[in-house]
């Protein structure tokens, strides 16, 4: 990548920039890491793998820039930087882009087809068709395969420093055999267990999901006044009445305290349930009585455990009333709900209510926030399913510890963390009932009724494995499923199961120990916001139970990019911009600094005025590095009053922008190089112009002050506009400016208040000029100055270049406490 000053073209232009430096980074190996260095000198990054489910949007573009600028920062400062990128690809909305893709839907129950071959993408309003589950496996392996080759042109074009040689998937074997092996390493340490419960259900997508994937929606419905044996009870799901098995009222709620202790029969449905109290009742809530039913919500969970109550299930997995009554719940009557949706059977048992005389008035509709998962588009139900958890509530005090030993940036958002471990109301549910996973390592021998026994798992010889087309160990394959024989546990793991893996999973834990003792735990967890809850704690959790460590020293959380409504743009909102449009439009460097003006933990505006802005910054380098190189290399040393104040303040940029970075605030180390930037260009620049272009006895101090400032501007906005700053590099210096040494302070250098009163003066007299509708090139008659004697000093010093500069014949001074400056025009 060696060049010489006359490369430089004629009219530096920033297209094509992008494809040239990429390919010949790439070629050079700029952003490899090398791998040979002791910890204290590598800089580790755990990226966050974004989800292969689509497009990317610039919200990714966003965030992702704002790890770059670090990486590129932490290189420069002489780092070996472990900068891998990964591929979140397993998981629910992988499968749903699949199936949408392909009009697919997945049978696990098929056999697989080995004549099956990748089929084209579904037309419009096709009929999906059922395909084996190995096969669904394939179609989501190739359609990830596809994006994320689009994913890493995308990067690539943006001037993310990634070593792409280790780039990794969270469904890859790597990924598979540590998630697999860590899931045993738990089980064997009894911090994951198998518990048929009451779980949050999805009934649209047939899944079990986590506590930490929950969002409330606002959604209709009505409140119904129920009568029990005349006591009003208020309830928004009538539906769930023949799952009733208890009244509950506030234990200091004088309406009830003769009711609690007694028992009380459901209108309709004739079961006798007990009236009991507890403090999680609202007396300020409708009737101050309510039901308790299996499952309504998660208040039914704790009163059902802490009370010691029966359950009576009545919502399948399938969100459809099951076929059979429960225990005491008049089976006729039952019978007119079984089989139906939700939805209907509230109107049938509305309907038997009113006929009974059992409800009081007519139901009030009302709009009330409802549990929701958050890719689900389905309310959610409370079903009872065996399901796999990590403990995580037993650990509440060492994870806040954990949170409290980790670097933030910004501060405040360690409360999220803190809050959301503090709010835990169960263990991690990590059990998915999905296709696109990693899966569960185990199957469990068959008795000789063919039911499965779950209380002593058969384990793998090897991994990683797929036990619903592997066979355990001491077992052959016509087996499967047979009395005496075995069944493979059915279930995934969630995604996040394997995410929070991913410092470990990237640093060679269980592959490559000389990798991990270099690069764990990792220096940085760049993320976002909204899943601190999730694949933070996730990861935190994980590390803890693995090594007893933190994963990562710094957190840096982003927020997030707002569109004009001020809402989150996103895949998931409908309203998120690809990235590709603002790259052909911009370039990367000018979406690159409108991202770099994002703060850590802010959320930010998107606006393309500021990508203009940036476009402009990097159009300007590369003009002012031409001019500058432009004139002949400075030989000796910088001597000028005027030239040392200017490095002078170059130092002191310098410290600020080092500083900044080293803090992970990269917004303002950007603001303070820019704005340093075009005071050198706008007034710096055309100070000296005049004595650079002479051969007078300042000509050679202001050539090497040029160059001086020039190196140092170059590195500093490399970051920020990689490409830019590459392009002007190499027209002067050898290397890539991506591995030249970060600037440092040079020191000594004279500052004495010389840049503020020039600029001052320069001011004046442009505004002048402009005033009169006049050319900058016009003459100025004088300047009169009113200053005092040490201001004097300093401007009689640069008084040449400010003549030069202003086209000004003569200046004049005079004392006076008030500095002033008079143009009298030509």
Known sequence: MTTHAHAVPQRPSLDGLEAKWAAEWVRVGVHRFAGDRPRAEVFSIDTPPPTVSGDLHVGHVFSYTHTDVVARFQRMSGKDVFYPMGWDDNGLPTERRVQNHYGVRCDPSLPFDPDFRIPPPAKPKQKPRSVSRREFVALCAELTARDEQVYEETWRRLGLSVDWSRTYTTIGERARRLSQRSFLDLLAAGEAYQAEAPTLWDVGLRTAVAQAELVDRDHPGAWHTLLFDGHPVQTTRPELLPACVALIAHPSDDRYRDLVGTTARTPVFGAEVPVLAHPAADPAKGSGLVMCCTFGDLTDVQWWRELGLPARTVIGRDGRLLPDAPAGVDADRYAELAGATAHTARERVVAMLRDAGALAGEPRPVVRPVKFYEKGDKPLEIVSSRQWFIRSTAHRDELLARGRELRWQPEHMRVRYENWVEGLAGDWLISRQRFFGV???????????????????????????????????????????VPGGFAADPDVMDTWATSSLTPQLVCGRDDDPDLYARTY?????????????????????????????????????????????????????????????????????????????????????????????????????????????????????VTERVDLAVLGALDAVVAEATAALAGFDHTEALVQVERFFWFWCDDYLELVKDRAYGDGPGADSARSALRAALSRLHRLFAPYLPFAAEECWSWWQAGSVHRAPWPTATGGADTSGVLPLVSLVLAQVRGAKSAAKLSQRAPVAAVDLTCLPWQEDVLRAVEADLRAAGSITAVRYRRGEAFEVAVTLG
């Open 439 to 481: 899966p569960f390592p185990l199957w469990y021998p068959l008795d000789a009724a063919g039911e499965p026994d779950h209380a002593h798992p058969i384990l793998p010889a090897s991994l990683p494995v797929d036990p619903a087309s592997d066979t355990p160990p001491g077992y052959t394959e016509d087996q499967r499923g």
């Open 521 to 637: 735990p990792m220096d940085l967890r760049p993320q976002a916001h909204e899943i601190i809850r999730t694949w933070l704690f996730s990861s935190v959790l994980r590390a803890g139970l693995d090594s007893g460590t933190l994963p990562w020293r710094t957190a840096v959380i982003s927020g997030w990019i707002l569109d004009p409504d001020r809402k989150k743009m996103g895949k998931s909102s409908g309203n998120g911009l690809s990235p590709t449009d603002l790259l052909d439009r911009f370039g990367a460097d000018a979406v690159r600094y409108w991202a770099a003006g994002g703060r850590p933990g802010t959320d930010t505006a998107f606006d393309e005025s500021t990508m203009r802005v940036g476009r402009r910054l990097a159009t300007k380098l590369l003009n002012a590095s031409r001019f500058v190189l432009g004139f002949p290399a400075g030989t000796g040393e």
